[in-house]
């Protein structure tokens, strides 16, 4: 044997299979850890990151359906009903978080009178979803979610096409999610046809925003979950993309949190709404100024994003970028 004879270690090319494992695994255990803190209630932030644990591993476990045999006890929508129990109570401090800390030092006393006691009612709401959160977390059931998937991550099983390179159907995963994202009604809120071409409206003032917003607020909401969806399915194959995929993922990142910021400024209105009985705009004048401030600056973000998603040739470039997927030995290495 010639010692000066270099030689290279392969990687093994890791199988479908072998991701949808590993993915389910990091998504699992980042949601457990968090759990006991969660019961504690002592920070936010634990809620805040085991909602987004299970966010993952409800993502993985839709993304990867057509690869696993999976227990029916740890379905996606079970596991979908666990984040929306938490979500409540996640929603509830975002809105308690942005009215004593982004709003409440900027207004006159005259209104921070009137969020004292909206406030009030946002904790007794808190108090009652809080309850709900240790109550599905204590229940059988979520126990029996966890001991499936457990017993699941001891002894995978799968469907047939497990076995198949991941290189080999990455794109198959992903452009059905992308394309249903592209072809979302919301992308032509606001817009004109033109001259054979769509055009986004750029001249929109904030009272016809509004007034679109009011109209058709809800159909950009459920763009926003799917980005949501697209966003944390792309997050999953990461490292088997070069950097123009990242940036696709910021992309879809960047439309769910400024349409994400529609929708928080929308409900936290509609809250105070409900609360002071009346017109907003007499109660809490300044507050519902800013709101629609903030409604206005993120609809402006929004269009930015629309416009660039509208142009045919980024998202051809997008579609490209998804077929080609760019699988070294590192990449093989990370999935493992």
Same mark, same amino acid.
């Given at each position: 044997? @010639?010692?000066?004879?270099?030689?290279?270690?392969?990687?093994?090319?890791?199988?479908?299979?072998?991701?949808?494992?590993?993915?389910?695994? &990091?998504?699992?255990?980042?949601?457990?850890?968090?759990?006991?803190?969660? $019961?504690?209630?002592?920070? +936010?932030? =634990?809620?805040?990151?085991? %909602?987004?644990?299970?966010?993952?591993?409800?993502?993985?476990?839709?993304?990867?359906?057509?690869?696993?045999?999976?227990?029916?006890?740890?379905?996606?929508?079970?596991?979908?009903?666990?984040?929306?129990?938490?979500?409540? $109570? %996640?929603?509830?401090?975002?809105? $308690?978080?942005?009215?004593?800390?982004?709003?409440?030092?900027?207004?006159?006393?005259?209104?921070?009178?009137?969020?004292?006691?909206?406030?009030?009612?946002?904790?007794?709401?808190? %108090?009652?979803?809080?309850?709900?959160?240790?109550?599905?977390?204590?229940?059988?059931?979520?126990? !029996?979610?966890? &001991?499936?998937?457990?017993?699941?991550? /001891?002894?995978?099983?799968? %469907?047939?096409?497990?076995?198949?390179?991941?290189?080999?159907?990455?794109?198959?995963? #992903?452009?059905?999610?992308?394309?249903?994202?592209? $072809?979302?009604?919301?992308?032509?809120?606001?817009?004109?046809?033109?001259?054979?071409?769509?055009?986004?409206? /750029?001249? #929109? @003032? +904030?009272?016809?925003?509004?007034?679109? #917003?009011?109209? =058709?607020?809800?159909?950009?909401?459920?763009? *926003? &979950?799917?980005?949501?969806?697209?966003?944390?399915?792309?997050?999953?194959?990461?490292?088997?993309?070069? =950097?123009?995929?990242?940036?696709?993922?910021?992309?879809? &990142?960047?439309?769910?949190?400024? !349409?994400?910021?529609?929708? /928080?400024?929308?409900? #936290?209105?509609?809250?105070?709404? /409900?609360?002071?009985?009346?017109?907003?705009?007499? =109660?809490?004048?300044?507050?519902?100024?800013?709101?629609?401030?903030? *409604?206005?600056?993120?609809?402006?973000?929004?269009?930015?994003?629309?416009?660039?998603?509208?142009?045919?040739?980024?998202?051809?470039?997008?579609?490209?970028?998804?077929?080609?997927?760019?699988?070294?030995?590192?990449? @093989?290495?990370?999935?493992?």
């Amino acid at each position: 044997m @010639n010692l000066q004879t270099s030689t290279k270690i392969k990687t093994q090319v890791k199988t479908l299979g072998d991701v949808a494992a590993g993915a389910i695994e &990091k998504y699992f255990h980042k949601t457990i850890a968090h759990e006991a803190d969660v $019961l504690k209630d002592k920070d +936010a932030e =634990e809620l805040h990151q085991m %909602r987004v644990g299970l966010r993952r591993l409800r993502s993985a476990v839709t993304g990867f359906a057509p690869v696993l045999d999976f227990p029916k006890q740890a379905k996606e929508h079970k596991i979908g009903k666990v984040g929306r129990i938490l979500g409540t $109570l %996640r929603d509830l401090d975002v809105m $308690l978080e942005n009215l004593q800390n982004r709003y409440y030092p900027n207004l006159p006393i005259e209104e921070q009178k009137i969020l004292d006691q909206a406030l009030l009612t946002l904790l007794k709401q808190r %108090r009652r979803a809080l309850k709900g959160v240790r109550a599905i977390l204590d229940r059988k059931t979520y126990e !029996l979610l966890k &001991k499936s998937i457990e017993d699941w991550l /001891d002894k995978p099983k799968f %469907r047939a096409i497990s076995n198949l390179p991941i290189a080999d159907v990455l794109p198959d995963l #992903l452009l059905p999610q992308v394309s249903e994202f592209f $072809l979302h009604p919301a992308w032509l809120l606001g817009t004109e046809y033109q001259d054979g071409e769509v055009k986004v409206c /750029d001249d #929109l @003032n +904030a009272e016809s925003v509004e007034q679109k #917003l009011a109209a =058709e607020g809800k159909i950009l909401h459920d763009l *926003r &979950k799917q980005a949501k969806k697209v966003r944390y399915l792309m997050n999953l194959f990461g490292d088997f993309y070069g =950097e123009s995929y990242e940036v696709y993922v910021e992309d879809v &990142k960047a439309v769910q949190e400024c !349409l994400g910021d529609i929708q /928080d400024s929308e409900v #936290l209105g509609d809250f105070l709404t /409900d609360f002071v009985e009346c017109d907003l705009k007499k =109660e809490l004048p300044q507050l519902a100024g800013i709101l629609a401030e903030n *409604r206005y600056a993120a609809w402006g973000k929004w269009q930015i994003l629309q416009r660039r998603y509208l142009n045919g040739e980024i998202r051809q470039d997008l579609r490209s970028a998804l077929i080609h997927p760019v699988l070294t030995d590192d990449a @093989n290495l990370k999935a493992s």
